[in-house]
């Protein structure tokens, strides 16, 4: 099972077809859930706190967390690849956290098996949501050995 929790809903239209079409294209390969959490504009330390407790009741002990993060390694397409089969084959629940807009609290960052960053620019989180799952859909097509698209 893969999860993506994250901070935030898909509010624009383009970006929640974009989201059912990977989530379609994914169901192929793994059962994949998307968790969306509320986001919170208290300031920045009451925010990052309820974040961090709503994210942390949908994680479980034994769960392989990933947190996207703008300081995490950053990997190639292939390399991700090998990562998600490498977790997958010690771990059937992995879990990618896409924080808020201050990012995610330090309890969230401590509790990560593994941090990732995309790009050192700043996306939009809803954005970001659909390129990750783009991401994960390349991984799947790359360790079954299929074809698409450079």
């Known amino acids: 099972m893969i999860k993506v929790i ?3 809903k898909i509010k624009e239209n383009y970006l929640k077809e974009a989201t059912k079409e990977y989530l379609k294209r ?5 059962k994949i859930e ?13 925010t990052l706190e309820k974040e ?8 479980h002990n034994e769960d392989y967390n990933i947190l996207l993060d703008i300081n995490g390694v950053s990997l190639t397409s292939l390399e991700l690849a090998k990562k998600i ?7 059937s629940n992995i879990n990618f956290i896409i924080g808020g807009s ?5 309890d969230i960052k401590k509790i990560a098996d593994f941090a990732i960053s995309f790009s050192k620019l700043t996306f939009p989180h809803q954005l970001f949501r659909v390129i990750l799952l783009e991401q994960i859909y390349r991984s799947f097509k790359i360790l079954n050995n299929e074809e698409y698209h450079k």
Request: net charge negative; charged share 30%; glycine share 4%.
């Open 6 to 8: 994250c901070i935030g």
């Open 85 to 91: 089969d490498t977790i997958r084959n010690i771990n």
């Open 26 to 30: 994914l169901s192929k390969y793994a």
């Open 52 to 59: 961090r407790d709503n994210i942390l009741k949908n994680i």
């Open 102 to 106: 201050y990012g995610v609290h330090e």
């Open 34 to 46: 998307i968790i969306e959490l509320p986001d919170f504009d208290y300031d920045i330390k009451k």
